[in-house]
């Protein structure tokens, strides 16, 4: 079955980054694009960005002016998340999750990782 | 961005009874293309990842129970669960995938009664 494993809860001070993995498991890694959503507390969850797992390609949300990036790495089926010059506002659990079919970058998700709690603090 | 509204913030149902959650987007999530709406409904229990209810707005996701179902199109739907059962408290949220940014309404909170 299909699995989505994040890395464990982190916490960071302002200004820091931070970098959580999404590994996959059970499907053609390469077949399928991962979707990155946060939930900040008592907040909407909020989309961040996607990468094409086959060619590496990605689009990300203007609304973090370029202080998020996404990878992956195809040998080790994961994928990457990396916010940079946190502030505490960026406190939230973080998600990879899998759109439902292949050949499709943005569709419903079906499958979501079990999140990453990231903690900004001084 | 298309913006999703959510009512009501939340609502409580006695056990058997009908809930309905409304979804409403900014601008229309139907492409006239494949006259499919890009609208999508999730449950988010605590402490766990939301998880899929309804795609193409009205299309139920394998292995959900038929008491959960979707309408609408365009602008404005709706997620009904026709007879509330305790396993179904949860907050619920839209989604639509029409465009990026892909954008949540804001959740409904459903207890019981």
């Known amino acids: 079955q299909v699995q989505l494993v994040q890395s464990g809860p982190e916490v960071k001070k302002p200004g820091a980054s931070v970098k959580v993995s999404c590994k996959a498991s059970?499907?053609?890694?390469?077949?399928?694009?991962i979707h990155w959503v946060r939930q900040a507390p008592g907040q909407r969850l909020e989309w961040m960005g996607w990468?094409?797992?086959?060619?590496?390609?990605?689009k990300l949300s203007q609304r973090f002016q370029g202080r998020v990036s996404i990878s992956r790495d195809t040998s080790a089926t994961t994928t990457y998340m990396e916010l940079s010059n946190l502030r505490s506002d960026d406190t939230a659990v973080y998600y990879c999750?899998?759109?439902?079919?292949?050949?499709?970058?943005?569709?419903?998700?079906?499958?979501w990782g079990q999140g990453t709690l990231i903690t900004v603090s001084s | 961005d298309i913006v999703m509204t959510q009512s009501p913030d939340s609502l409580a149902v006695s056990l058997g009874e009908r809930a309905t959650i409304n979804c409403k987007s900014s601008?229309?999530?139907?492409?006239?293309?494949?006259?499919?709406?890009?609208l999508a409904w999730y449950l988010q229990k605590p402490g766990q990842p939301p998880k899929l209810l309804i795609y193409?707005?009205?299309t139920r996701e394998s292995g959900v129970p038929d008491r959960f179902s979707g309408s609408g199109s365009g602008t404005d739907f709706t997620l009904t669960i026709s007879s509330l059962q305790a396993e179904d408290v949860a907050v619920y949220y839209c989604?639509?995938?029409?465009?990026?940014?892909?954008?949540f309404g804001g959740g409904t909170k459903v207890e019981i009664k």
């Open positions: 193409w707005a009205s």
């Open positions: 601008q229309s999530v139907l492409n006239s293309s494949n006259n499919k709406n890009y």
């Open positions: 059970g499907y053609t890694f390469t077949d399928y694009t």
């Open positions: 990468i094409n797992a086959g060619i590496g390609s990605t």
């Open positions: 989604l639509q995938y029409y465009t990026t940014p892909l954008t």
């Open positions: 999750a899998r759109v439902a079919a292949t050949n499709w970058n943005v569709l419903w998700f079906t499958d």
